[in-house]
């Protein structure tokens, strides 16, 4: 059974920052795209960066390009969210997904295949 497990949510400070972990176990971490989104408490869930299978592609929404930065260590079937400068706004469930395909063609959280089960992140003063 293919597992999704993310790690490093928790509290920080405005300013402050973190960094999210995706261990992907019973999946060939090299040949799937990998996505991070978010769900804050009655929204949507939010798109925010994917990586190609490669890594040498990566998409970031406006609200978190140059605040956020993804990375993936193929060898280790992990996929990393660095995030930096962290706001109030950035409160949220964190998830990681993968599928299989196109990269550029991957556009809605309903063409990922696998998700992980979300870790906290909040941001407070």
């Known amino acids: 059974q293919v597992q999704l497990v993310e790690s490093g949510g928790g509290f920080v400070q405005p300013g402050g920052s973190l960094r999210l972990s995706c261990a992907a176990s019973?999946?060939?971490?090299?040949?799937?795209?990998m996505g991070w989104f978010r769900q804050a408490p009655g929204k949507e869930r939010e798109f925010l960066v994917k990586i190609s299978a490669s890594g040498s592609a990566t998409y970031y929404t406006d609200s978190v390009k140059g605040r956020f930065t993804i990375s993936r260590d193929n060898a280790k079937s992990t996929v990393y969210l660095q995030m930096n400068s962290l706001k109030s706004e950035d409160t949220a469930v964190y998830y990681c997904a993968a599928t299989l395909g196109r990269t550029s063609q991957i556009q809605r959280a309903t063409d990922y295949a696998f998700w992980g089960q979300g870790t906290q992140v909040t941001v407070s003063s």
């Open positions: 019973r999946l060939p971490l090299t040949t799937y795209v």
